[in-house]
Nanobody, 115 residues
Framework: QVQFVESGGGLVQPGGSLRLSCLAS????????IGWYRQAPGKQRELVAG???????NYADSVKGRFTISRDNAKNTVYLQMNSLKPEDTAVYYC?????????WGQGTQVTVSS
């Protein structure tokens, strides 16, 4: 059974920072690419950042230069460092991986950027 537990969300002012964590209950965690997605109210879920098993990363254009994804395979954890946060970053943030044809999601963590 694959499970993700996201944490680290909260309320932050514009320009502030947060670091999200995603703890995975996943055998051979290091072999899998992991993604951070987000979903704002009334909008579709979108990919924010992804990291492969070899550490290659990719980012949505809207977060490039502000967000950094990383992983610690010894801790079965993926991080999302978010700097220079904007109100439009407000969303629920989710971890994701795909194994064969199945996608696995965590319960999400709320990030609210507001003054």
């Amino acid at each position: 059974q694959v499970q993700f537990v996201e944490s680290g969300g909260g309320l932050v002012q514009p320009g502030g920072s947060l670091r999200l964590s995603c703890l995975a209950s996943l055998s051979a965690f290091s072999k899998y690419a992991i993604g951070w997605y987000r979903q704002a109210p009334g909008k579709q879920r979108e990919l924010v950042a992804g990291i492969t098993s070899t550490g290659s990363t990719n980012y949505a254009d809207s977060v490039k230069g502000r967000f950094t994804i990383s992983r610690d395979n010894a801790k079965n954890t993926v991080y999302l460092q978010m700097n220079s946060l904007k109100p439009e970053d407000t969303a629920v943030y989710y971890c994701n991986t795909k194994i064969a044809t199945r996608a696995y999601w965590g319960q999400g963590t709320q990030v609210t950027v507001s003054s």
